[in-house]
């Protein structure tokens, strides 16, 4: 797997705008790369549209889709 240091907004990979920062190795305290960058206010504007598109048939789902949803993204996350 190849780190980018992109964000997942929709279904795209975005070179945020932002700050850009960089996780350390806590073991060692190594830098890590590549750098990632906080969303900026397009990124957030973005991401807010996408999910105000998606809030009305999520929440037309039954409690199960949702939970199967949930556990999905667990397990992505995983």
Not at 5 to 22: C, K, N, P, S, Y
Not at 43 to 60: I, K, M, P, T
């Amino acid at each position: 797997m190849t780190i980018e240091g992109t964000q997942l907004i929709g279904r795209e990979a975005v070179l945020a705008t932002g700050e850009a920062f960089h996780a350390i190795d806590p073991s060692t305290g190594e830098t890590l790369q590549p750098a990632f960058a906080t969303g900026g206010q397009a990124e957030v504007e973005r991401a807010s549209e996408l999910a105000r598109a998606a809030f009305d048939s999520y929440r037309e789902t039954g409690l199960e889709a949702r939970a199967r949803f949930l556990e999905t993204i667990a397990d992505k996350i995983e």
